[in-house]
Every structure is written in structure tokens, then in C-alpha cells.
């Protein structure tokens, strides 16, 4: 196969062919056609229809034979079933890239799916890139380009964000929303069924596009995650990635033998994913509009102490409550800046933040209450409220707001709650800043903009995720086919990975249980195991702190006795040293059908079983990921200090949760593992497992 | 004091009279009589100003004596310094009610304070209502009054939501926003400082008034918290009550040597009275909107299935994301349903919910699948969902979804995504309903709709919360002064209030223990206590599990041993009988300064300290309300049956919970008591208190 071309004769095609344009000014290939013309695309357009001579004032060409010059890129919009052959006459003529507008395609069932494999087979033969097929078009702001071939009802504004939908109308209902706020583009790809190109190669090529400096994803599915988490990664720390993935409950909830299995039902993976991948995850739509929005409209803060300033108290209120909410701080003014503003402002009015400056407040005095806040060296950004002021416009404080001169790297949000006319108007006014309709939208947006300037600034941590070889004993097992394996394997396993085990041994004979015990050292622990002992404390086939030779026979006869009533016969019995005093946690691995293997780390006993108190990661992880998972855990405090007791062992249950995440990424035959509990001993004396499942596909 | 005038005067005026009417049409009292005028009121207004014969063509009056008629109203905006004297003559001349406009009073500093005091003495010696000062009018939209008396930029629609706020601006704010999607109003009222008239007094006067059915109130203070608890809980069952509260953090954190105290910080007294009175708590302004928008223009479903009618997947997507979200449910269509479904719509539609008709969708299209979604019987409330089509208008596609006759009592919302334009020449489409910018917007809505549904079709719990009288312990304790009771005191009250108390002695000296014991029944517990011993555990001051005297007698000698050699001189020792085998739960009692006694309930241990399981209700609750709370508690299965534990007895702890929460409400000078732990033991065996401290002010 070549080696994938560039997206260049797609997003930057110097001539442009559309297959199956109508005449119809109203028909589908009409509007892209007008759109692609009203945009000023600097490229030639060649409409391509073997029964017109011309189509919208273009002269019109029967096949691409008949063009008169080189072509980059061609946009098919001929019937399903006529697909094909136009992908096979663009190839023959050397085209550097396609855009497939029709469908009926994979989303239509078998003999589409039939169909969209085909046409990927032969573009990828080809080295040719494709977009689609079922997508609503392409679009390239840059000033050299200026392409619209899309159905947007209203123009792009140019702007920074590129921004790629898997779902095309939505992806024009966004760019129409945007107009209304000023939010600009600088590239939109509708991607259709994603048969060829997808979101991972426009984040590689965004990467590189310098006009971009915001990108925006909606996503219904995550195709190669491995590849997303590298990529969004590495570039998510200069140019922010907001994300809003759809079809959250689609997964559902999938069989689960295991905790882990059970915890990671449902939005769980492509959660630990995007957390992974340090993206900004929008909960809805709209916050995925407000947060790009905010992104290309701030500079970058240096922290989270916001100034609020307004001319009406109650929204302000509403602001303070949502940046206390989103870990944001109200700003403390310094007694200089409150007399500076105090010199210009009515008696009435509030100079502590939030500066609330009455109704009566003038576009100058907006402009000059930013410029104060600002220069205020405990300020790190602000944040306008307007209402409809009772003498001037709104659009004229909007003036004074973007006359405000903020200095470099502290971002001005704006909330203007008045008539809906006014944002239509207001985005054309030169230097305004980001607008929005409610307060708390408003902070929403800021808290991304904090959290994508912290990221950026934190130092990068280039550990890579460590690697391991695959387990000999694993190996073995799959060659015996799926299912548990016994418990000295488990254990065995774990150990090579270089998680600490509790000392054991595994005896076939009861009479060797006290030769065992006298091993691994009393106070022991005793366990009967085998296929038919999973469910092992129903049957009483645990017996906890036996403390000398005595304990251990007893217990070891009565469980004889319960289990052979019960008419179940063991494979086995496990002595096991007791490990005293650990603070229980809980590891496992899991695999999701989508994003592959899971690792997760919880806090044992009732806090996994009864508050869902995990975290989950996709596997292979740094050491930075597993030290985020467990300062997740709302019961974190449990492994520090507490209660008098000093704080337990984290690091070792940190490096524990790595290994086995890197023995999960090396052995995608582990489909379950519990280990549980891990038991954590005091700082600097490590964490031990103490029981182990492991299941074989 | 006069019994309270109703609000008539206020609300339904025959006669208005703008006291301080300047005859500039630019001033404020300028707006306020060219909205008068704009929108017809039905009265006479007088414009008094001693300056002009005319004000806006009106004559002018010099004083109220020289009116020519009664008045029911005055609207005071004269100077701050003027107020005072123009009431005594609105008083004089036997004035119905008053609105005063000026500010500059509560909120101004302490001669504000003082006069609005004043004010607030006069009015209601007369038995005169007054709304504000420091407001912004009010508006009535009933045809027979027809008056706004506000600053609004722009006339509110007639409407079924009544809406009082105590910010000003933001009520004009939202009245200005609501216009764009059609949103009407019965009444507006602007509540500045409430020196008189404040949310209660409307809360009864929207119970009568019919235009009213849905009640929207932003509120910065909870004035007269039971009354309001017990009108919300009253009216609310029929016209839901919308709450936006802002402040949430101003409260900020208490002193608090209690659980009960810390953990009742910030939000959660607020949280715990709304929760109680059933309103419906918007988390932000903008919900609080689509909240009043959905509930005015839905009737009230059966249930949670939900059938979304989309022309475009991306968004049906998001909505069937926040439809789980909120716990409603994606409908399961009938066959028949799909069928009809498939007759009219292209073979790519998809016809299970979401019914995803594509972008070709017509508007017969929209209003045929509403029809028949919402005929399945299957199916309680729809969603459209619309991008911008493609061939047709946006308004065409509202067109259709109005001209669809829904059966009786299965809401319909819905969403657009399209330009802003949309919005503001939509709502004039007769029929249309309630409509929203973004799909999780209009779940979340829909959501509320529900839950009133629910409420409103629950059968009404009359039961009262129990009353108690007064505690003789309680009495003499307050005669001696703010502390700690002694333990024996704490039990005892705990015992008279009905709570059971695990049997217990107290002994002021070490020889008597045996005897005690002996007297509650080994095993038991031994507790030194006293003024120096808070915090009994760090000193080595609770021994437990003793069995028999030996141990008993051996752990007394080693504790009194430990205080010796801590300085530490206990007041005496409590001797205890052991409970075995509980669920430990807590219960306490703490005090917040704006809406008083707060009862809570939390599982004990780890539960409370970790992870702040807590639920919490001002006192006294009601059975149903001991049951709802114990319900909240996240890790509520806990108290269930349990890892192969029977059922705790979950009824006896919440009469335990009413109980304390009875002593809560009749002891005002208990400011602190925590219950912890309280040993819940298995089902009808009852939960009883092992420790308590209770903290008399």
C-alpha cells in the first residue's frame, strides 16, 4: 500500500471537479456549487454532467477526460450506485483527493457496506485520500483558498478553529450557530462514514496547519484509539482539542464477570480515553461551542483569579457561585485598584469583585473598569456581564469593552443577557471578546481556557508508558483455551509483571496444608479453589488469621466437611500468609470492544462495591496516569494519613497499577483480571495482592 | 398591627400615580410611563411633579391631594431623602399599595438601613403593602390590567409564568430574552430590598390568581423559611414552582466542632429546604428558563418515555444521551408505529426511536411522525429535533410541527438548530411548542416536566411532622449555661425523644464499674468523660468489647493509669452494654443562621469522613421526608441487605431520624448534636445510639 498522501489536494485543491452537478440552482450539487462560488474560491471549478453544456454561468464537462487541466480534487455527488465508477474514472486521471457527498452506504446496510469497501480498497491502492462517502463537505478559510464546498446555509466566518464532524448536519448547525458570536473557522470536514480519512489524520494535519489553533472534534465513534492518544497527546498542549463525543449509553452494559468488567460499563472507556488524552470533553453541545469559542477568542492566563465586572448584581452573583463551582477563585482586588475605580464610579456602587458597577454605567466606564482589574496583579482574567443598560445600548458598552486594552495573556470573557438582535450585530465590532448569553456558560468556557493553560505549561512529561514481554504462563494458558486461571498461575503472573504477592503455596492433599502453612509463615490464610469454587466465600471455602498449626487443621476440616456436603470437590487449597493491617484497593483490567485494554484502580471493600469509587485508564499508562487515577478516587484521603494512621504505601500501588498496565497492553488475551484486594502497608513497605483472577479469552 | 392588605392594590390598580415623574421622556420614570402607555394599562395614570403641568402628554398633578379621583397605587421614584415624606402622604391620601422605585437604602450603608426601616414601620402600621425600595417596577399582563410599570426594554408577552425576583436587572434581563422564544408572563415582580412585600406574600398571591400556572422565582435570600417551606409544598403540587438561588456559596464555611456542624456548610441548609418543598431547583439561569419555558407550554406527561423526531442524527444522538442523563427513557416504538412510520418516509430513514428522517424531511413529514409517535401507546412525551434543511425553511419545518395535534397530556418540545433569526419570528407561529437552542437544554426541561408530573399525580401526604414538647433536661441545662451536656443528660434526652440508647451507667467513682456492668449486661464498653476529654479516643479514654469484670477491671486501671499521666482528670465513667453487629449510621442536628434547624442522616465511619454521604432537612420532617432522605444517601444499599447480611431496620432509623429532628424544631438552643454512632440492626430489631453529644448554646 503507498504511503498516504497528504490532505493537501483536499483542503488546498488548486482546481475542483463536482461529479453529477445539476443545473437545478436548488438541487444539492446547486448549492454547494453557489457556496463554493460566494465563497471566492481562488481554484478552478469544473461541474462535471454529461447532458449540460453549462451549469450556473460554469462551463460544464462530460467526464473528466474532457477537463483542461491537472485535477486535485474531485466531489462526487452522482447516485450510490454510480459511486464506484466515478472513484475508478477520478484514479485514472490521476486526482489527488475525493470528497464522496452521496449515501447509502455502510449506514444502509450490507450491500452499502459492500459498496464503501470497494471504493476504500481502491483509493487506498491508489495512495488517493478520501472524505466520506455521506458527508456534507468540505471547508477551507485560508485566504489562498477560500473553499466552500459544503451546504452550509450561511458562510464560515474565517477564524482558528478546524473543527471535524462525524455527523454532518450537525456539524453545519454549528457553523451556522457560530456567525451569531463571531466564532470563526479555519477548516470544517464533515466526515461522513469515515471509510478513508478520519479524525486522527486531520489532527496530524491541523498540527502543521498554522491558522488553526483551536481544534474541535464531534465524534461518534473513536477509530484507533491508540493513535488519538498519541496524537491528541502531543498536540493538545499547544493547540487546544475540544471534544463532545456522542452516543454515551451506546455501549451499554456488557457481560461482566469481574468488578472491573462491571465498573467499565456504559461512556467508562472512552471517558478514561479522552482523560488520557488531556482533552477538553464538552458534557453538551453547547458547551463544546462556548469552549471553543473562548479558546480562540483568550490568550492563555497565568492562573484562575477572575475579576467579575457588571452592571447588575444578580447575574454576577450567578457568575461567583459558577467559578466557585468550576475551581475558579473571585479575584481580591488590592486597595489601589478599588480606589482607582472607586474615583470614576458612583457612591453606590460595588468596587470589591465583583465590581458591580449599577445600570447606569457607561461604555467608558466598562472600558476602564477591564483596563483597572487587569493591571491588578491578582487578576488573571475578567469577566463582563451586561444587561440591557437603561440609557445607552447595549451595543455601545459592547464598544467599550472592546476599546479596553487588557495586557498580554489575561483573557476578557463577555456575558451579554439582553435581546438576541444585539449578538448579530455586536460580533462585527473589532476587538471584542468572547460573548455569551449566561454567566455560568460563560465561566464554563473560562475554566477550559485555565485548564488548557495549565496543561500547556506544565512541565512535559515524556515518560513513555512502560513495556513488557509477553508471560510464558499466559502463553501456556492460551494453549489450553479460554477460561480462569488456577491460582498459582494468577499469582505467578502478577509476580513476573512485578506486582508483590502474598506469600503462598498451592497443595493438591490436605495433609500437606501444614508443611505449606509453616512455609509462607502463620498467621495464615486458607483457600479451597477449583471450577466450581468462584463464588469461594458462599461455600466457606476462606478461613481468615489461622494463627498456629491447630487453627489451620481445624479450619481446614470443617471446610472439608461444608464443601464435600455441599457436594463440591476442590482442585486445590491455597495457604497463604496473612498480610496484617494494609488499607484495602482494588486493581483490574478489562477490555472495552471499542478502546481495547482498561486499567482500573479503586479503593476496596464497600468503597469499590457501593460507592463505584474507581478510576479507569486505557492501558499501557505512565507513571503520571496512575498517580491521576488514584488522586481521582474521591476516597484518595483513605491511603493517606487518616485517623491517626500513618499515610500508606501510594507509590507502590502506583508503580503496581503500571505494570499491570503494561501487562494487560502486551497480552490481549487477558480479558479479566481483579486483583483484590491489594493491600497497601504503611509508606515505604509497599503494596501486596492478596487474591488474583485472571481470565483467558 | 392591621391584618395584610392583599396585593391587589399592587397587582390589579385602578389608578396609578408616578410619584417624581420628570417630564424628560429619557429618564427613568420617562420609561416607566412610556411602558405604562406602550402597553394600554387599563387605569388612570397620574403623573405627580410639582415642577410641570404635563408629563408625556398627561397632565401633571403638583400632589396627591390634587388628584381628582382614589388611588390605588403609587410607584415612588423620588430622591432617597424624599421617600420617607412622600409615603406619609400616600398614606394620608389612604393609598392602596406602593412600589418604590429610588434605591439607596439596605444597600446603601446604615442611613439607608435606617430609613428603610422606617418605611417598612410606617406601611405596616398602616396595613399598607409596599414592594421594594431598590426594585424595578412590576407588570401585570391580565387583560383587564394590562400594566407595566417596570423598566423592561421590551414588553413581556401575556403568559402563564409569574416571575419575582430579587435582582432587578436580572429580571429585566430575562423578560427581554424570553420574548425571543415566546415565552409569556402572568405577573412580574421586582422585589429590591423586600422591606415588606417579599416571595411568600407572592407565592400566596399566584395561588389564587388563574392566569398564573407556573411560578419562576429568583431568589438571593430564603426570607421566612417555613412559610415558604410550607406554601412551596402546598402550591407546588399544582403550579410548579422554578427556583433559581443565587449565593450559593456566600454562606461560606461555619465553626464547626461537629460532623453534623462541617458538613452542613455552604449550600447544603438552601439545598435541604428546597429539596424539602419540592420546587423544582434550577442549577443555572439558563435552566431556570427553559424550565418555566417547558412547564407553561406542556401539559404533564404520564411518564419517562420519550420518541425523538429528528432530521438529522448528530443532535438525536446528543438528546438520547441526555434523555439517559436525566433518567428518562428513549421510547421502544410499537411495530405498528414503525410501519406507518416507513409508509411515508424514505427506505434510509431510520424509524426506530430516535425516528431519524433525514434532511429531506418535509414539514408534513415533522407533523405526520409527531402524530403518530405520540399515538403509540408506547411513547409520553416527543422531542423534534431540526438542523437547518436543506431545501425547505426552518420556519416551513416549525410550521409543521405546530399544524400536529398531540393527544391530550403528551408534551411536545422542540429544538432547533439554526440561525438566531429563527427564534425571533418563530414564536408567532400559533400552536408551536416550546422550543429550545440545543438538545440537552430541552431534555433537561422535559426532565422537569416530569418530575412536577410525578409530584403533582403522587397522593398527597397530609402526615404533619410530629411536635414535642419541650425537654425538662433541656430546660435546666439552659438555666446552667452554653456547653456540652454530660453524657448521662445527652442519653437521656436522646430517650425521652424516643430514640433508643444502648444501656448504660454513669459512675463519678472507679469503684462502682463492676456494679454497673454487671447492671447493663457484659460485654460493655467503658468511657471516661469530663470537660477535658472531647476527644476521647486520642487519650486512650473508650475501652471496648470487654467481656467480663477481669477485663473490665484490668482496662479501668490502665485508662486511669493513661489520664494520670496525661494531667488529665475525668469527671467520671460511663459503662455501656456492647451492641453487637449494627450498621453504623449517624444522625445530628445543627443550626444554619438563615433557615434554622437542620436535621441529617449518614452512614457512619468512613461514609461520612471520606466520602461526605450525608442528606440533610430543616426540622421537623415529616415520615416521608426521614424516608427520602435516607433514600439519598449514595451508599443507601449498605443499610439494605448486604453481602449476604439481612436488611437493617431501615424504619426504625428513620423514626429515629424524625424523632431528633421533632427535639431539633422544639429546642432552638440545641445548636449542635451528633448521634454517632447510631447502630442500625437487622430488620425489626431497631437501631440504637451508642455515643451523642449535644451542645447547648
Same mark, same amino acid.
Given at each position: ?46 461541474? $462535471? ?8 454561468s ?7 477526460r ?28 490521476g ?59 450561511a ?12 455527523? !454532518?448536519?450537525?456539524?453545519v ?5 457560530a ?10 470536514v ?18 502543521r496547519?498554522?491558522?488553526t ?31 463532545f ?9 456488557? +457481560? ?12 467508562v ?29 483568550c ?72 483596563e ?15 444587561v ?5 445600548t ?14 498580554? !495573556? ?26 455569551f ?6 465561566v ?7 485548564r ?46 512485578? $506486582?508483590?504477592?502474598a ?57 472439608a ?20 493491617? !494494609? ?12 478502546v ?26 505512565t ?20 485517623r ?6 501510594? +507509590? ?13 497492553a502486551?497480552?490481549?488475551?487477558i ?12 509508606? !515505604? ?6 487474591d488474583?483472577r485472571?481470565?483467558?479469552?
Amino acid at each position: 500500500m503507498p504511503v498516504p498522501a497528504s490532505l493537501d489536494a483536499i483542503l488546498r485543491p488548486r482546481s475542483l471537479a463536482v461529479i453529477g452537478a445539476s443545473s437545478r440552482a436548488d438541487s444539492l450539487s446547486g448549492r454547494l456549487l453557489g457556496n463554493l462560488l460566494a465563497g471566492g474560491y481562488t481554484g478552478t471549478v469544473y461541474p $462535471i454532467n454529461p447532458k449540460a453544456t453549462s451549469v450556473g454561468s460554469l462551463a460544464c464537462y462530460p467526464n473528466l477526460r474532457a477537463l483542461p487541466g491537472p485535477l486535485d480534487l474531485a466531489v462526487v455527488m452522482v447516485p450510490r450506485d454510480a459511486v464506484l465508477p466515478a472513484i475508478d474514472e477520478c484514479l485514472a486521471v490521476g486526482v489527488g483527493g475525493l470528497v464522496v457527498i452521496t449515501a447509502g452506504f455502510r449506514e444502509g446496510g450490507e450491500a452499502g457496506a459492500a459498496l464503501e469497501r470497494a471504493a476504500r480498497a481502491r483509493v487506498r491502492a491508489a495512495g488517493v485520500r478520501m472524505v466520506g462517502p455521506n458527508c456534507m463537505g468540505v471547508i477551507n478559510t485560508d485566504r489562498d483558498v477560500r473553499m466552500d464546498a459544503s451546504f452550509t446555509p450561511a458562510p464560515a466566518l474565517p477564524g482558528a478553529v478546524a473543527f471535524a464532524s462525524h455527523s !454532518g448536519a450537525l456539524g453545519v448547525a454549528m457553523l451556522e450557530a457560530a456567525r451569531d458570536v463571531g466564532l470563526g473557522f479555519s477548516q470544517f470536514v464533515s466526515l461522513g462514514n469515515s471509510a478513508d480519512v478520519d479524525v486522527n489524520d486531520l489532527l496530524e494535519a491541523w498540527e502543521r496547519h498554522e491558522a488553526t489553533r483551536v481544534i474541535m472534534l464531534y465524534l461518534e465513534s473513536l477509530p484507533e484509539p491508540e493513535r488519538f492518544l498519541a496524537l491528541a497527546r502531543r498536540i493538545g498542549r499547544t493547540k487546544p482539542i475540544v471534544v463532545f463525543k456522542g452516543g454515551r449509553t451506546a455501549a451499554g452494559q456488557r +457481560a461482566a464477570s469481574s468488578h472491573t468488567g462491571a465498573l467499565a460499563a456504559g461512556d467508562v472507556a472512552v471517558d478514561a480515553l479522552l482523560r488520557q488524552a488531556g482533552v477538553l470533553r464538552a458534557a453538551t453541545l453547547e458547551e463544546m461551542f462556548g469552549l471553543a469559542l473562548a479558546l480562540a477568542g483568550c490568550p492563555s492566563p497565568r492562573g484562575r483569579r477572575v475579576a467579575v465586572v457588571t452592571n447588575a448584581g444578580g447575574p454576577a452573583i450567578a457568575a461567583t457561585d459558577a467559578l466557585s463551582g468550576q475551581g475558579l477563585a473571585v479575584a481580591a482586588l488590592a486597595p489601589a485598584t478599588e480606589r482607582a475605580l472607586r474615583e470614576f464610579l458612583p457612591p453606590e456602587a460595588a468596587v470589591a469583585d465583583p465590581v458591580d458597577m449599577l445600570p447606569s454605567a457607561t461604555p467608558d466606564n466598562f472600558r476602564q473598569a477591564v483596563e483597572l482589574v487587569l493591571a491588578d496583579d491578582g487578576v488573571d482574567a475578567a469577566l463582563t456581564i451586561t444587561v440591557t443598560p437603561i440609557v445607552v445600548t447595549p451595543l455601545a458598552i459592547a464598544g467599550g469593552i472592546a476599546a479596553a486594552r487588557p495586557p498580554a !495573556g489575561k483573557p476578557v470573557l463577555s456575558v451579554f443577557m439582553t435581546a438576541p438582535s444585539f449578538f448579530a450585530e455586536a460580533h462585527s465590532i473589532p476587538g471584542l471578546p468572547p460573548l455569551f448569553r449566561y454567566p455560568e456558560a460563560a465561566v464554563a468556557a473560562l475554566a477550559g481556557v485555565v485548564r488548557h493553560a495549565e496543561r500547556a505549561a506544565a512541565p512535559a512529561t515524556d515518560a513513555e508508558p512502560i513495556t513488557m514481554r509477553r508471560s510464558e504462563i499466559v502463553e501456556r494458558a492460551v494453549r489450553r483455551g479460554p477460561g480462569y486461571l488456577p491460582p498459582a498461575e494468577a499469582f505467578a503472573v502478577l509476580e513476573e509483571a512485578g $506486582i508483590a504477592v502474598a506469600p503462598f503455596r498451592v497443595i493438591a492433599e490436605p495433609a500437606q496444608v501444614a508443611v505449606a502453612a509453616a512455609a509462607v509463615g502463620y498467621p495464615v490464610v486458607l483457600k479451597a479453589f477449583g471450577a466450581a469454587l468462584v463464588h469461594k466465600s458462599e461455600l466457606g471455602a476462606v478461613a481468615l488469621a489461622l494463627g498456629d498449626e491447630a487453627a489451620l487443621a481445624a479450619a481446614l476440616a470443617a471446610m472439608a466437611a461444608r464443601l464435600d456436603a455441599a457436594g463440591v470437590r476442590p482442585d486445590g487449597y491455597l495457604v497463604q500468609r496473612q498480610i496484617e493491617d !494494609g488499607r484495602e484497593a482494588i486493581l483490574g483490567i478489562t477490555r472495552d470492544p471499542a478502546v481495547g485494554p482498561l486499567v482500573m484502580a479503586g479503593l476496596g471493600g464497600v468503597a469499590v462495591e457501593v460507592w463505584h469509587d474507581v478510576s479507569f485508564r486505557v492501558a499501557p499508562i505512565t507513571e503520571a496516569d496512575a498517580q491521576a487515577m488514584l488522586a481521582e478516587l474521591r476516597g484518595a484521603a483513605l491511603l493517606d494519613a487518616f485517623r491517626g494512621r500513618p499515610a500508606g504505601d501510594v +507509590a507502590a500501588l502506583e508503580r503496581a497499577l503500571v505494570r499491570l498496565a503494561a501487562l494487560a497492553a502486551v497480552h490481549p488475551e487477558i480479558v479479566e483480571c481483579d486483583v483484590n484486594p491489594v493491600l497497601v502497608l504503611d509508606a !515505604g513497605r509497599g503494596c501486596v495482592a492478596v487474591d488474583a483472577r485472571v481470565r483467558i479469552a
